[in-house]
């Protein structure tokens, strides 16, 4: 006699179900994340541009009187400093907000440049192969095994030190990220069908580049540009507060905290709010990169 099952079909394909329903749910979980990632950037970018009239007070301006004020809504000069004063008098949140162009213009301006060279080698050692290929990864590994503080402070102690010059450092020093891992990708690229159909056609190396191979690492550039863009970011306030960076009175986020570090005792709040400022930064705009990339790599979203 045959056993009946009480289960209904939808019961039985539970688990088969599930799994879809909890994918979904990841990926927007995933979305919004990244879009809320985004927004913060954005929305520092913002306080950035509109540092002039968000500052309550010229960041540069100095007043004895007022100086290692804690943070208050009323200092002994009759102003008020909400996150207190410098060693100098200066207003710390005013500085806070200015540094933060510091901080966006030489990281995007150091993501473009790596960018560029990163991209641009390693797409041409991924397809033309043979020596550039080797030659383009030598130098790339050269770099890795060289220390790059080192490489920074003989770069900047003979420039001497300036924003494109540290714009320059920083960019060089990310481009072997984008060279190896989209080399990667263009040499399992150029094995593929469609590569060479174009070639059989008459299709030419640049179109088979620019038509074909660009788009489809175009996901894999924008999640390495956002991950380096919190690298370059720690990178300028950490030249910053060796002295090698944006040189004072201009204010940043490293110089900063450099300034603050003899007064930990006493004016806690000198390092301490720009040092709270970058970590969030840097932390946020990392995640969004893990989050981008969860979110374009069909491998990592189970499909």
């Not at 991209?119 to 043979?130: C, T, V, W």
Request: proline share 5%; glycine share 10%.
């Amino acid at each position: 006699m045959k056993s009946v099952s009480l289960r209904s079909p939808a019961a039985e394909a539970g688990p088969a179900g599930a799994a879809p329903a909890a994918a979904g749910t990841v990926r927007r979980r995933t979305t919004r994340l990244a879009l809320t990632g985004a927004a913060f950037v954005l929305f520092l970018g913002a306080v950035a541009a509109a540092a002039p009239w968000l500052a309550p007070h010229d960041p540069t301006r100095q007043s004895l009187r007022a100086r290692l004020a804690a943070p208050t809504l009323e200092a002994a000069d009759g102003r008020t400093h909400v996150l207190g004063t410098d060693h100098l008098g200066r207003d710390v949140l005013s500085r806070v907000i200015y540094g933060s162009r510091v901080s966006l213009v030489v990281g995007l301006a150091a993501v473009v440049v790596g960018g560029l060279v990163g991209a641009s080698l390693g797409i041409l050692a991924g397809f033309r192969g043979g020596r550039s290929d080797t030659v383009i990864m030598t130098v790339a590994d050269a770099q890795l095994a060289f220390p790059f503080i080192l490489l920074a402070i003989g770069i900047i102690a003979v420039l001497g030190p300036s924003f494109p010059t540290l714009i320059v450092v920083i960019g060089l020093s990310g481009w072997v990220s984008y060279a190896r891992v989209l080399r990667a990708q263009v040499l399992v690229l150029r094995a593929r069908e469609f590569v060479d159909a174009i070639h059989a056609l008459g299709g030419s190396a640049a179109r088979v580049i620019l038509r074909h191979i660009l788009p489809n690492v175009l996901s894999s550039l924008v999640v390495i540009a956002t991950l380096e863009l919190a690298r370059a970011i720690v990178l300028e306030a950490t030249l910053s507060f060796l002295g090698l960076g944006v040189q004072p009175p201009t204010p940043s986020w490293g110089g900063m905290v450099h300034e603050g570090r003899e007064y930990l005792d006493t004016a806690w709040w000198i390092s301490t709010f720009p040092g709270i400022v970058l970590m969030l930064t840097s932390i946020v705009v990392s995640r969004t990169g893990d989050w981008l990339r969860d979110l374009l790599d069909p491998t990592l979203r189970g499909e």
